[in-house]
């Protein structure tokens, strides 16, 4: 497998005698097929889709299906041989969601995604970025960049007032007293996002907006301080992409978090 981003998944289907090619889908919404004929594979991508990185996902997604123990035999149904994938995580299908996770890490791997991470800097433009660099979907680009980055960040995705789904980075997990958002929450009022999905050209258009908005506003908790919020209009999914970066919480109250850590650990080692 490739040593440098990008990675070709269409280069490492074909060193496995997969075929790759274009095909159109009997039904809307499928993004690509992995196929089975006897013991020789073959892989399929969606004919409407036009994006080389959305492409490279989808085909990322049928490598999932075909390397991940268990899955040919679970999703390819019947005897036509054919599995029909909705890439991209909208799909709640459990062996859909394993092949978007392996799309994700098989495109960007961590210690080569890593790095370009460090050098990338922070928010949407920086994950516009490494979207050039790893020729993937600024979707998934987006959601690596949230399991991967160091800093208190987080990624939201939603359509009109609903959350789709939300990734908070390690670090902002790690802050105390804050709230999780879930998925068909609404999308906080007030906040640029909120204001952004009432025009629904802003989508469609895939508009890009940098502004800011309050930690408190997305999270709750006690952390009354500003934050970045960059978003763009996903148009070809119909929703819309939230970046919650440049959270700087006072330092004060990150050691005073530590110390009722601490405080909270201590009463096991005594007796
Ligand atoms: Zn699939």
């Not at 009997?26 to 499928?30: I, L, M, P, T, W």
């Not at 991209?88 to 299908?93: C, P």
């Not at 929450?185 to 007030?190: D, L, N, S, T, Y």
């Given at each position: 497998m490739g040593l440098a981003l990008p990675i070709d998944p269409i280069r490492v289907a074909r060193d496995r005698d997969i075929e790759v090619a274009a095909k159109s889908a009997?039904?809307?919404?499928?993004s690509g097929m992995l196929i089975r004929v006897g013991d020789q594979f073959a892989i399929a991508y969606a004919t409407?889709?036009?994006n080389d990185g959305f492409k490279n996902f989808c085909v990322a997604h049928e490598l999932g299906h075909y390397f991940l123990p268990g899955h040919p035999d679970a999703v390819i149904?019947?005897?036509?041989g054919v599995h029909e994938s909705r890439a991209?995580?909208?799909?709640?299908?459990p062996y859909e969601m394993q092949a978007d996770r392996f799309a994700a890490a098989f495109l960007m791997p961590r210690h080569l995604f890593f790095p370009a991470l460090e050098r990338a800097g922070e928010g949407l433009a920086a994950i516009e970025g490494l979207e050039m660099t790893c020729k993937t979907s600024l979707h998934a680009t987006a959601i690596r960049y949230a399991q991967c980055t160091r800093e208190l960040a987080a990624i939201v995705v939603s359509t009109g007032s609903r959350i789709d789904h939300c990734f908070m980075s390690e670090a902002l997990k790690n802050v105390r007293g804050i709230d999780w958002l879930r998925k068909r929450?609404?999308?906080?009022?007030?906040t640029p996002t909120h204001a952004f999905n009432q025009d629904s050209n802003n989508v469609r258009k895939a508009v890009r907006v940098e502004s800011t908005s309050n930690l408190q506003q997305w999270f709750g908790g006690k952390h009354n301080v500003s934050i970045s919020e960059d978003m763009i209009g996903l148009a070809s999914y119909g929703k819309t992409l939230t970046v919650l970066y440049g959270i700087d919480l006072p330092e004060a109250e990150e050691e005073e978090d530590e110390a009722a850590l601490i405080e909270s650990w201590t009463p096991l080692f005594r007796r």
């Open positions: 009997s039904s809307g919404g499928v409407h889709i036009e149904q019947g005897t036509n991209g995580f909208t799909s709640t299908d929450e609404a999308v906080p009022r007030g």
